[in-house]
């Protein structure tokens, strides 16, 4: 997808209760609403404008992207293991500088393509392996976890397969299933992200872990209702007007979650955050995921509103 520029970031924070639409929702949903082409197209099968799909994933910057992730899921990795684990730690050093010199090749080029593609498609999957490879020793208790959590390796896996799955098919089919396919996935990282922090943050710090308390059950929420209409979508109706008000709350929550993490880098970088985070790096990283979610809603949400609803402005 291609990127968008970040909004500017506000740090207010919401109970999982109706708030008014902030500026920064207005201002996502202005643009999105401009990129709507106004065309009647109610039936997507008799469209062939709709049946190209034009918000399909530019793999190049996907691959930009996904690459710092992974090295700096390594990086997270290494930090997290025990001393007494020198295997461990040599390779997610191995990954850290694998991936620190995929991206400087990634940087040099203006398409993906050739011994490049083949070579990250390889470093994905050795990765994936990795990070399974830990979360199957630890939960056959044949390893300390140390400060990895069974469930951050499998999230950090979990956006490896992502990452090998945009690499291998870049197009997407549909833009409505596209759509759901995507908050399924975003809001599951959202959630987890939530949870994260929650037991990162040292217990004297209640307003923050309140705060990220009522995110957990909004994005809960908003998860299991995101798995229902991906399920409804399942019987191929040719408007799904539901999805895009649904959107509409992911999106309000989204982007105040994303400022709920900014704010608490802001914090641990100067040191005004009681937590034991390895590094301000980890909130800064989970800042950009969010950014990444809404940047991809944004550039895929007017072709659903075109072709897959009866919602025109």
């Not at 392996?129 to 979990?158: M, T, W």
């Not at 999106?251 to 802001?266: M, S, W």
């Not at 009681?274 to 940047?295: G, N, Y």
């Amino acid at each position: 997808m291609n990127e968008c520029n970040n909004t500017k970031d506000n740090p207010e924070y919401f109970d999982d209760k109706y708030v008014p639409v902030d500026a920064e929702t207005t201002s996502f949903w202005s643009k999105v609403y401009d990129s709507v082409k106004i065309m009647d197209c109610k039936d997507i099968s008799e469209s062939p404008e709709c049946k190209k799909c034009v918000c399909q994933y530019n793999r190049l910057e996907e691959a930009r992207f996904w690459s710092r992730i992974m090295e700096e899921h390594a990086l997270f990795i290494l930090l997290g293991l025990p001393c007494d684990q020198p295997k461990l730690q040599i390779e997610a050093k191995f990954f850290i500088n694998l991936f620190s010199d995929l991206r400087k090749r990634l940087d040099e080029i203006c398409k993906l393509e050739g011994d490049l593609l083949d070579d990250l498609i390889k470093a994905v999957k050795l990765i994936i392996e990795f990070k399974a490879k830990l979360l199957r020793l630890i939960i056959q208790c044949k390893e300390a976890p140390g400060s990895n959590y069974p469930l951050l390796l499998d999230h950090v896996r979990r956006e490896a397969e992502r990452f090998l799955g945009l690499l291998l098919k870049p197009i997407p089919e549909d833009s409505l299933d596209l759509l759901l396919q995507q908050e399924v996935f975003w809001l599951r990282i959202m959630k987890e992200h939530i949870e994260f922090v929650i037991h990162l943050l040292d217990p004297s710090e209640r307003e923050l872990i309140d705060q990220a308390e009522a995110f957990r059950k909004t994005f809960s929420r908003l998860l299991e209702t995101a798995r229902d209409l991906e399920s409804m979508n399942e019987t191929n109706p040719k408007n799904f007007n539901t999805v895009v008000r649904f959107t509409q709350d992911v999106v309000r929550n989204t982007i105040q979650l994303r400022n709920f993490k900014a704010a608490a880098f802001e914090l641990a970088t100067l040191c005004e955050l009681l937590s034991i985070v390895s590094t301000p790096l980890l909130l800064d990283h989970i800042r950009r995921e969010a950014d990444k979610f809404l940047c991809e809603l944004e550039v895929l949400l007017p072709e659903v509103i075109r072709c897959r609803s009866t919602l025109k402005k």
